[in-house]
């Protein structure tokens, strides 16, 4: 089983930046593709951006140019850096991973809020 914990959520103001942090822990840690997805109250989840073992990166048209993904294998680690922050980035953001049987596992989410 695999558990992931996220953290680094928060309240910022608009143009603000805040980096989400997801640490990857199990006996099957090892991963495909990691994502993140984010969904604002009455709203579908959404898919915001994906990483690959190999490093490929994948981004909503909506947070492109503005966020980055990136992880850090020795720390089993997925990092969201949000830039640019927009009041309609806010919403509870959700860190997943999918291992090489196409298993999905989600962490418990983390809000972000942006606002003045």
């Known amino acids: 089983q695999v558990q992931l914990v996220e953290s680094g959520g928060g309240l910022v103001q608009p143009g603000g930046s805040l980096r989400l942090s997801c640490a990857a822990s199990?006996?099957?840690?090892?991963?495909?593709?990691m994502a993140w997805h984010r969904q604002a109250p009455g709203k579908q989840r959404e898919f915001v951006a994906t990483?690959?073992?190999?490093?490929?990166?994948k981004f909503a048209d909506s947070v492109k140019g503005r966020f980055t993904i990136s992880a850090d294998s020795a720390k089993n680690t997925v990092y969201l850096q949000m830039n640019s922050l927009k009041p309609e980035d806010t919403a509870v953001y959700y860190c997943?991973?999918?291992?090489?049987?196409?298993?999905?596992?989600w962490g418990q989410g983390t809000q972000v809020t942006v606002s003045s």
């Open positions: 997943s991973l999918r291992d090489f049987f196409a298993r999905d596992y």
């Open positions: 199990g006996t099957r840690a090892s991963f495909n593709l």
């Open positions: 990483i690959t073992s190999g490093g490929i990166t």
